[in-house]
């Protein structure tokens, strides 16, 4: 049986680690290829890096701490954050990515999803998304807004649901949702907003923002409908160990590699 | 010398990485006489079997596999490197493959999430030295949304479980084929590697 995935987050930043709580007080949290070895070993099912800075002298940066990790840590790696040509997606990949991540530029020309997913394959292309709840709708409906990683964000026109359902048919091999309400909030993940996406889309759900505790992951997969669980906080302050949330969720009945 | 075939895809570096991590040097090609003059050949994948039967034709490799692979030298087939040895794909239309493998590459069933991405436990149908060191079901990563139904069903070795059970390891001679990328399979993928290579450095048959 597939299990699910325990995936840490890195949101990098001029090559260190960062996290920050609704992307502002950014703390320093540390070398990235050096967490990512240690996730690894820890169990980690894959690892992802978002690159938050926005400046493109800084991208050279990010390459290398790919290519140095890759070297070094033998699971799938996701890179995301600033993509926004084909190109971008090559030097990454070659770097040593096993996927990438685009959000704002997907939005600002939903084709790039189509170009990479036929140049690179599907599975290669993950949609990021970032979504915000409309406030005092019922039912419940989330906007989607871009720019969120140099902070602020930006609103669009754009229906978290339909846009996860267009980017699939536009190539789109997984789709990471990130609420902007719950994230680094540690108080659990939008699980409306999980189980809206992942019931009406063919590919993998990964849960984003708002993990607190190993419960909170239990639910974006049980009743979000996750495939896989995104996480930074809990794993990076070492509030929990993936060691120790993979076997709370393999005592519950979650398919789990351990 | 252990030979990685380049033929435009992506996950090479990965590939190479993992088996510097064992140790062993590789050379990197897209020339059919290194093809050819191989002593372990490795042809890794990502992405559809047609493009990668499109671009092992652009580069008239197709000749110089099946002949190093008719020779009984060492062969790895990896994901797409697995699939384009077969018959042929269902994978955007009817494409020819390399037709080492008698039977075809058909899309994994509707009901599930379609790719199948994550880690799978491996089922080890037929002992082999491949699998040495590395327990019955253990969890491998995959990524793929079609999988290969060989004729001859002799020619599985392992088998995995995704809304049907379907061939993850194909073993034919010197030639071992895995669905899954044992490269980004942590310490378990690095043993298959090591196996693969321990055997054909070795000289030995695999089988």
């Known amino acids: ?258 | 010398m252990i030979t990685i075939i380049d033929y435009g895809a992506g996950n090479l570096r990965s590939v190479v990485n993992a088996i510097a991590r064992l140790g062993y040097q590789t050379k990197i090609t897209s020339n059919a006489d290194d093809v050819l003059a191989a002593k372990v050949l490795i042809l890794p994948g990502v992405g559809a079997a047609g493009d990668t039967m499109a671009n092992l034709n652009r580069l008239q490799l197709t000749g110089p596999i099946n002949q190093y692979i008719s020779d009984g030298k060492p062969f790895l087939g990896i994901c797409v490197g697995l699939q384009v040895l077969f018959t042929g794909t269902e994978e955007g239309g009817w494409h020819d493959c390399l037709d080492i493998i008698p039977g075809k590459v058909r899309r994994l069933p509707d009901g599930q999430k379609i790719p199948h991405m994550g880690w799978n436990q491996v089922k080890q149908v037929t002992p082999h030295p491949i699998f040495e060191g590395i327990p019955d079901e253990t969890n491998f990563y995959f990524v793929h949304s079609y999988y290969v139904d060989p004729d001859d069903k002799a020619l599985v070795a392992g088998e995995t479980e995704y809304g049907i059970t379907f061939c993850s390891v194909i073993t034919h001679g010197n030639l071992v084929a895995t669905q899954f990328h044992p490269e980004r399979s942590g310490e378990a993928g690095l043993r298959i590697y090591n196996n693969f290579l321990k055997l054909a450095m070795a000289g030995k048959e695999v089988i």
């Open chain 1, 1 to 258: 049986m597939l299990t699910k995935r325990i995936i840490p987050c890195l949101d990098v930043k001029g090559g260190r680690v960062v996290k920050g709580v609704r992307y502002r007080d950014l703390q320093d949290a540390g070398d990235p290829v050096e967490l990512a070895a240690f996730y690894n070993e820890q169990g980690a099912d894959e690892i992802v890096f978002y690159d938050i800075t926005a400046s493109s002298d800084e991208r050279g940066i990010m390459q290398e701490v790919v290519e140095r990790t890759a070297d070094q840590v033998f699971i799938p790696l996701t890179v995301g954050g600033g993509l926004r040509t084909v190109e971008d997606m090559r030097r990454m990949l070659e770097s040593g990515a096993d996927k990438v991540s685009i959000n704002t530029a997907a939005v600002q020309n939903p084709h790039l999803i189509t170009e990479g997913a036929e140049r690179f394959g599907s599975q290669c292309i993950i949609l990021g998304m970032d979504a915000k709840r409309v406030p005092d709708v019922s039912p419940p409906r989330w906007g989607v807004f871009t720019h969120t990683g140099t902070g602020g964000g930006r609103p669009t026109n754009l229906d978290a649901v339909e846009w996860a359902v267009q980017a699939v048919t536009l190539g789109a091999g997984e789709i990471v949702v990130n609420s902007i309400d719950a994230d680094g909030t540690q108080s659990g993940y939008d699980i409306e907003l999980l189980h809206a996406i992942s019931t009406v889309v063919t590919v993998p759900v990964v849960a984003s923002g708002g993990a607190g505790a190993p419960e909170d992951l239990y639910q974006a997969l049980v009743e979000g409908k996750a495939d896989a669980v995104l996480a930074a906080s809990i794993f990076h302050y070492g509030t929990y160990s993936i060691q120790e949330v993979k076997k709370y969720l393999a005592a519950k009945g979650i398919p789990i590699r351990i």
